[in-house]
């Protein structure tokens, strides 16, 4: 268990292969202590269970250490679902309901359907969502459209107009936030009297490759852009990447800003919009122990704030890259 407890508390003294093998193995097993000893003598199985996409994904890690952080200091046990697909969490959802096996759940950085959301009330399981929205169940967010609206105003406030947005799938139906930041980037483009360029928005599989070639694809362009927002600060860090392998001068001739303020963005000094990762995990975890005490009339959000973090990414647009 060394190694499991070294995963779920971050430490950095276990290599990716085998962080990525513990996490799925946790996720196949629905692993739990005493699980069966706590049903018989309490009535109830004294364990919570996240649902989450994309283990690899930093933001999600770094929610998942909130949420650890809260139950380590609870009766409670966690269980991590490991959802790769649509089916697979419509499979989750049904199995938890059915084998009775979770007091509450939390889905982190999943929008479940509205037969989701039926099959849970029904079931009177206690959810609460983080980093997602439904109008029927509690939840932890940040206003996304803001965020994306805040990055792109911020450039344009420097002095780009060609600001391109490099983006995970808009089509992803576990990934909202990528759509409200793409909304208020075409807000802000709008507000500023800036078209939209279709050539300047790239969408790919989220990680650090898929953006180095997104970035390879946009300095091919007649006329590249001399801003980047990238949807996440991974992808950030692969289009940084690609412009030193370019020989691209961030941020002389070339401004970036990504999104979420993981540590990776500050070791590198990447311009970034925070958001309070682990304390989205932290309070969604508190928010689902006192909705299992106590359920809310309504359901509960709330709305935890973002912070822009100037670093050595962005200056103002030089005269000679207008």
Do not use: W
């Amino acid at each position: 268990m060394g190694t499991v407890s070294r995963v779920l508390n971050g430490h950095t003294a276990v290599s990716a292969e085998t962080r990525q093998r513990v996490l799925a193995a946790i996720a196949e097993l629905n692993y739990s202590p005493n699980l069966a000893a706590r049903r018989l003598s309490r009535g109830k199985t004294m364990v919570i269970g996240a649902l989450v996409p994309y283990f690899t994904n930093p933001s999600v890690v770094r929610r998942l250490q909130g949420v650890v952080s809260v139950v380590k200091g609870s009766q409670y046990d966690l269980i991590l679902f490991d959802v790769e697909s649509v089916e697979r969490r419509d499979s989750y959802v049904r199995n938890v309901l059915r084998r009775q096996i979770v007091d509450g759940l939390l889905m982190i950085s999943l929008t479940p359907t509205d037969e989701d959301v039926a099959e849970l009330q029904r079931a009177h399981m206690p959810t609460v969502l983080v980093d997602a929205r439904h109008p029927q169940l509690s939840r932890v967010v940040v206003d996304n459209v803001a965020g994306g609206y805040m990055a792109t105003r911020y450039l344009i406030d420097l002095g780009h107009r060609r600001i391109a947005y490099i983006s995970d799938f808009l089509d992803d139906p576990f990934n909202s936030p990528v759509r409200d930041r793409f909304t208020g980037y075409c807000q802000a483009l709008a507000e500023a009297g800036i078209p939209f360029r279709p050539e300047y928005h790239l969408q790919g599989i989220h990680g650090r490759s898929a953006a180095r070639q997104m970035m390879r694809q946009l300095l091919q362009l007649p006329d590249p852009p001399t801003a980047i927002f990238a949807y996440s600060d991974t992808q950030a860090i692969g289009v940084l990447e690609e412009t030193q392998a370019q020989g691209v001068a961030v941020p002389q001739h070339l401004a970036l800003i990504g999104f979420d303020n993981i540590e990776a963005s500050e070791y590198l000094h990447i311009t970034t919009i925070s958001q309070s990762l682990y304390a989205s995990g932290i309070s969604g975890c508190e928010l689902l122990l006192q909705t299992m005490t106590e359920p809310p009339s309504e359901p509960q959000e709330l709305l935890l704030p973002l912070e822009l973090i100037q670093r050595q990414t962005t200056d103002p647009l030089l005269p000679t890259s207008a």
